[in-house]
């Protein structure tokens, strides 16, 4: 007499383990791809930031000019442009400035720190009254 045993279906182990790689696989892609996005969001608005700086920068030295002060105070940039009291200045900001002045205009380098340890110039005349 032999004994018969029938095997149900069902899943084994090794078909949970593949399941179970399969939707770590996807979930890895899934969050690379949403991650990938979010940086790529936070970019563009850090470079919005800088153009908005950038523009600040030459109205601050357009007005500078007009009111006869030649002193520019990378402090007063700062806090007047992020909107605070000097304490919570964020990114993006001015760390250095240069000058230099011929007979027609004084060339200001202003060194902007989009992110700790990137940064890049950016470059503002202003001319002189005759």
Do not use: C, W
């Not at 029938?6 to 969050?31: G, H, Q």
């Not at 601050?60 to 919570?88: C, E, M, P, R």
């Amino acid at each position: 007499m032999s004994v018969q045993t029938k095997l149900r279906p069902a899943y084994s182990l090794v078909e949970t383990l593949v399941a179970l790689l399969l939707i770590s696989i996807v979930f890895m892609i899934i969050t690379t791809g949403i991650s990938s996005v979010l940086q790529s969001l936070s970019s563009i608005q850090n470079q919005q930031k800088v153009i908005e700086l950038e523009n600040f920068l030459a109205r601050y030295i357009y007005i500078q000019g007009s009111v006869g002060q030649t002193t520019i105070d990378l402090n007063a940039i700062n806090s007047g442009f992020h909107k605070s009291n000097g304490s919570q200045i964020s990114y993006p900001k001015v760390v250095n400035l240069s000058s230099t002045a011929t007979s027609f205009f004084v060339k200001f380098v202003f060194t902007i720190e989009r992110v700790p340890g990137k940064t890049e110039e950016f470059v503002v005349y202003q001319y002189k009254s005759y």
